[in-house]
């Protein structure tokens, strides 16, 4: 088992769990429904993403050959997450927080999705490497 890979995913899934109450419980009388529906889309695709490492991290162990494809996985999706689910939570907050900033990031969630997507094809890529 990949112990950096294993220490991101433990702690994208703390995170995860911590954002998800926060935002049932913290925000539900804050923000809009439109709002509460992306800051929940990007905690699902955090979770999504979250297991996809825990994999990651267990595949990892067993073939040495798939690591470079592996590695760029874990670079991605590591990458993906923050760029696509923290714009989301970025975006959903911003009527509450007023940072005039987060209105120019809407094309860092499609990047964000970009580099997810780029995660799955990279473990393509590793299990064709295997034997």
């Known amino acids: 088992m990949d112990r950096r890979i294993l220490i991101t995913a433990s702690l994208f899934g703390a995170i ?3 954002l998800g109450a926060f935002g049932a419980h913290g925000l539900r009388n804050v923000l ?9 889309k990007g905690v699902e695709y955090q ?11 267990q595949l990892k162990s067993r073939e040495a050959g798939q690591g470079k494809f592996i590695n760029l996985a874990y670079v ?6 923050l760029l696509f ?15 005039g900033f987060v209105n120019y990031i809407g094309p860092v969630t499609p990047i964000g999705g970009l580099l997810l997507i780029l995660g799955w094809l990279s473990l393509l890529l590793a299990a064709l490497k295997s034997k």
């Open 16 to 18: 995860a769990v911590m």
């Open 32 to 40: 809009d429904a439109g709002s509460i529906e992306i800051w929940t």
């Open 47 to 57: 979770f999504y993403h979250t297991f996809a490492l825990l994999f990651l991290a």
């Open 76 to 81: 991605f999706f590591t990458f993906g997450i």
């Open 85 to 99: 689910s923290g714009s989301l939570y970025l975006l959903a907050t911003r009527s509450i927080t007023n940072n």
